[in-house]
């Protein structure tokens, strides 16, 4: 993604999403994480955090706090979040796909 053309699609405290003007490719920052996604991956990757609920999904981790770990298209990358972070981020992903799809429609006109 270092030569898109980036444009940010959603951007609120510590995430950030983008989709370069050139290729389509989307980037999702949360925190200090970033994934790159093509719009099948996005989309599949957004469905998925709709279906997951932290109290069902949550694990008891070392430090003695629960997490909830989240899947990634590539097998050997997850993230582990605290159940505040897990609700941001799944709201976070909610809104970038609404502006997402306000910005393609506005475009079509």
Excluded: W
């Excluded at 999403?17 to 999702?28: A, N, S, V, Y």
């Excluded at 998925?48 to 990358?77: A, S």
């Amino acid at each position: 993604m270092s030569s898109c053309q980036a444009e940010i699609i959603y951007q609120i405290e510590d995430f950030v999403f983008t989709r370069c003007q050139d290729c389509g490719r989307m980037g999702l920052m949360y925190k200090q994480a970033m994934i790159a996604f093509d719009e099948l991956n996005f989309d599949a990757f957004r469905r998925y955090m709709l279906r997951l609920d932290f109290e069902q999904e949550k694990y008891p981790f070392f430090d003695g706090l629960d997490r909830v770990v989240i899947e990634t298209y590539h097998p050997d990358v997850q993230f582990t979040l605290l159940e505040e972070e897990f609700y941001r981020l799944k709201a976070c992903v909610i809104e970038a796909n609404i502006n997402l799809q306000l910005i393609d429609a506005i475009r079509k006109m």
